[in-house]
């Protein structure tokens, strides 16, 4: 699920106080409360007592924005190009500089093998460094989230951890803030993944990822560890040059792997010019092309998957993997990667009912070109003899809406 839930677009519901009221009609009170009210016997099994479900309950209603951010999660129009060079535009420099203020870093890197870098670019996409964490009371949203019938979580299991945690006395209840999503603290973890993964590691007793920085990047440390197998001494994402003629055919982007050196074999060059680490040779690396050929493209290591377990979007992976860059002092390359073309939200959907009418998409007509779309555009391209590389071009979307 994406869990990152920063506030504009609940911001930009709340100015319609119409849609508001409207959304929020849609889930009654009695709804919301047989909801969470079916919860109580799971909850009291995991040890959740008496007082603390009392106290999980106490203000408990309807969020509004919830309900208004739900509805207006997927209307966007920003390219993969617009959403990149905006992050790194607007965060590259403070990333060099939060990665110098904490000291502390090395040390998780030698618990946990994840290194600086990517931690510090989660921190700085998921709260801005600390800077928005987000305003909503978590129980309340995630309880809006299971009771409006959301998909992407177990909201069930979410409100009962975030019972436990505000039962442990980590945090206060005025405190226990997070996204509209229910995503918490500094490096934004859904409270299930708190549970699993929260680190003290300023030893004061409790794991405070609202507040404490280093807990909150040590505990974002443990959740690519131990969640997605994060693998020490590797790389993530590498720039590469590619040769005019490369076989699209016969390799799929996002699919086929092999180590770098089958890669060099034929013709696909580190744009950096410097030599494979031994771990790196070792590795299986699969061709990305977030925004088609002609721009940017890279070598994805078993490593990026991390941040595409942290958040299933390849503009928000691929902007992280370069921002970890920068932090660790490193120059993303932003050259030859030229303005795209935006889609609109109908655009897109209409290529994915042209996708289905041909029997090549199988999912939700929504407008979002996630990974089984973006397949579903490549083997629709190598059909058609076009260039397989799963962008979706203004070209092609009218020729699959036509």
Same mark, same amino acid.
């Given at each position: 699920m994406n869990r990152r839930g920063f506030l504009a677009g609940a911001a930009l519901a709340l100015s319609s106080p119409s849609l508001v009221r409207a959304q929020t009609d849609a889930l009654s009170e009695a709804e919301f409360?047989?909801?969470?009210?079916?919860?109580r016997?799971?909850?009291?099994?995991?040890?959740?007592?008496?007082?603390?479900?009392?106290?999980?309950?106490?203000?408990?209603?309807?969020?509004?924005?919830?309900?208004?951010?739900?509805?207006?999660?997927?209307?966007?129009?920003?390219?993969?190009t617009d959403y990149i060079l905006a992050l790194l535009n607007g965060r590259g420099r403070r990333a060099r500089a939060k990665y110098a203020s904490v000291p502390q870093l090395a040390d998780i890197e030698r618990r946990s093998g994840v290194p600086g870098g990517p931690l510090v670019a989660f921190w700085g996409m998921e709260s801005d460094y600390g800077g928005n964490i987000g305003d909503r009371d978590v129980l309340r949203a995630v309880a809006t989230h299971g009771a409006a019938g959301s998909g992407g979580a177990d909201w069930a299991e979410e409100f009962i951890a975030a019972a436990r945690i505000l039962q442990s006395g980590a945090i206060s209840r005025a405190k226990m803030v997070g996204s509209y999503a229910g995503a918490m603290g500094q490096t934004q973890l859904m409270p299930t993944n708190y549970l699993k993964y929260g680190v003290d590691f300023d030893g004061d007793g409790r794991i405070d990822v609202w507040g404490t920085p280093v807990d909150a990047l040590a505990s974002? $440390?443990?959740?690519?560890? *131990? +969640?997605?197998?994060?693998?020490? %001494?590797?790389?993530?994402?590498?720039?590469?040059?590619?040769p005019a003629d490369l076989d699209l055919k016969s390799v799929e982007v996002e699919v086929t792997q092999m180590p770098p050196a089958d890669w060099?074999?034929?013709?696909?060059?580190?744009s950096s010019g410097r030599a494979w680490s031994a771990a790196d040779r070792a590795a299986q690396a699969r061709l990305y092309l977030p925004a088609g050929l002609g721009r940017p493209a890279f070598l994805a290591f078993p490593n990026y998957d991390a941040f595409e377990g942290y958040n299933p979007?390849?503009?928000?992976?691929?902007?992280?993997?370069?921002?970890?860059?920068?932090?660790?002092?490193?120059?993303?390359?932003?050259?030859?990667?030229?303005?795209?073309?935006?889609?609109?939200?109908? $655009?897109?959907?209409?290529? *994915? +009912?042209?996708l289905a009418k041909l %029997?090549?998409?199988?999912g939700k007509i929504d407008g979002d070109l996630g990974r089984r779309s973006r397949k579903a555009?490549?083997?629709?391209?190598?059909?058609t003899g076009r260039p397989r590389d799963g962008h979706l071009t203004p070209e092609d979307a009218r020729a699959l809406s036509a």
């Open positions: 409360n047989d909801w969470v009210g079916q919860l016997p799971r909850a009291l099994d995991a040890g959740v007592s008496e007082a603390g479900w009392s106290a999980a309950l106490e203000g408990l209603s309807p969020d509004p924005v919830v309900i208004a951010r739900r509805a207006t999660a997927a209307e966007t129009n920003r390219t993969v974002a $440390a443990a959740h690519l560890k *131990q +969640a997605s197998g994060w693998r020490a %001494g590797e790389s993530w994402l590498e720039e590469v040059s590619l060099e074999a034929r013709g696909v060059r580190r979007s390849l503009p928000y992976a691929v902007g992280v993997c370069l921002l970890a860059k920068y932090a660790q002092g490193e120059t993303p390359y932003l050259h030859d990667w030229p303005p795209e073309p935006a889609l609109s939200r109908e $655009a897109r959907m209409a290529a *994915q +009912a042209g %029997g090549y998409y199988d555009v490549r083997d629709w391209q190598l059909a």
